[in-house]
């Protein structure tokens, strides 16, 4: 930027003062200057027919200030009685600023911004590897805000230092003089500091700093409806409870028979069925790898799977039968889209040029019916199927 005004000046220094440089010198008491050239308000070949205003604008430069020194040199403005000499022996050429605390008083920044400095000086002194961190104006921004933060980050950066605990939640980590809601509410700075003082580690944020040291935000929320379908089968006295896959696999109940349902809805009006239980309300988690430890699934004689029509519905099957292989489908044939085709609609699902892998051959029927049957598909979701549908299949 061209420097002719103490504004142009203004706006190159507050630049100049977002950096880390000036951010380290400034809490760490670092030598620090800043120059630059001064240009007149006209060309040089301008100079006598713009007289007043050049030498208005020199002397405006070369009164004291406070805030910076400004050099001179020897200038020729040409020959004419206007001037009354051909030279000025102490035209300005250069403004310097000789420390940060010249800039902020020039800026009118030093009281707010050595506030900043005096919290945040300990914090960068116990350990250098953060200052690309803490030497920004975006965390001085987070002092503003929050004036205990530097100090609370002190004791996090030494817990991390020490050495942090592993496998377990946030609100069980104990630092000194830190809150247990901390981390949850600076979870980017956490990630940052973590990722500063082990650049090694591989943690680029949050996420990744929680599952390298194994820490948990939340608990693990219950996604699998469990409901008896014989009245005389119970879970302590409930007909239906909701678990997670690892609380799945400790349940133990004397079933014959077992019906699995992405849906919520159809697995709560599920008909009754004597020594059977059904699993729904998953959605794909159903057939996601937390499954695969519920092994009591293995020995089950009938394990019946019931998802949409569709190519998601299909390729849903195909990954819960390779981890249970004696799966059944229920209500996924040609004969049942055939006779529900008017709830059928466009699939916008995953697209897939082949049936996926495990399917019997009456499925890969339906799914080929599917793909015939309009351009990119068409899909039949379980809720619209009715339910006489049901009924049907479990008397035949």
Known sequence: MIVRSVEDLRAVVAKKARSQEFYRAAVLGLPWSFSCPLHPPVKAAEFLSAWPEVRAWAQAWLRPSPYWTVETTVRQVGRGTRVGQSTLPHFPSRVCIASVEQALGFLRDEKAFQAYAHAVRPLVTAFP???????????RKAVEEEPSLPAALLEVAR??????????????????????????????????VFSALYPDRGVKDFASLCGHLHWHVHPVEPYIYVRSLDPSLTFG??????????????LRVPVQRVFVTENKVNGAVFPHVKGAIILYGA?????GPAMEQVSWLHAVPELDYWGD????????????????????????????????REFAVLDEGTAAAEPPARLTDEEQ?????????????????????PMHELTAWLAR
């Open 129 to 139: 590897a953060l200052e690309p961190v803490c030497l920004t104006p975006a965390f």
């Open 159 to 192: 817990y991390f230092a020490e050495g942090s605990r592993t496998d377990c939640y946030l609100r069980e980590l104990d630092i000194p003089h830190v809150d247990t809601k901390f981390i949850e509410r600076h979870r980017d700075l956490t990630a940052r």
């Open 237 to 250: 006295g409930m007909s239906v409870c909701q678990v997670t896959a690892e609380q799945l696999a400790m």
């Open 283 to 287: 959605g794909k988690s159903i057939t």
């Open 309 to 340: 029509l569709d190519r998601d519905g299909f390729d849903m099957l195909s990954r819960f039968r390779a981890m249970f292989p004696q799966t059944r489908s229920m209500l996924m044939t040609e004969a049942v889209f055939s006779r529900c």
């Open 365 to 385: 029927s339906c799914w080929h019916a599917l793909q015939a049957s309009a351009p990119g598909g068409m899909r039949l979701e379980q809720e619209k199927i």
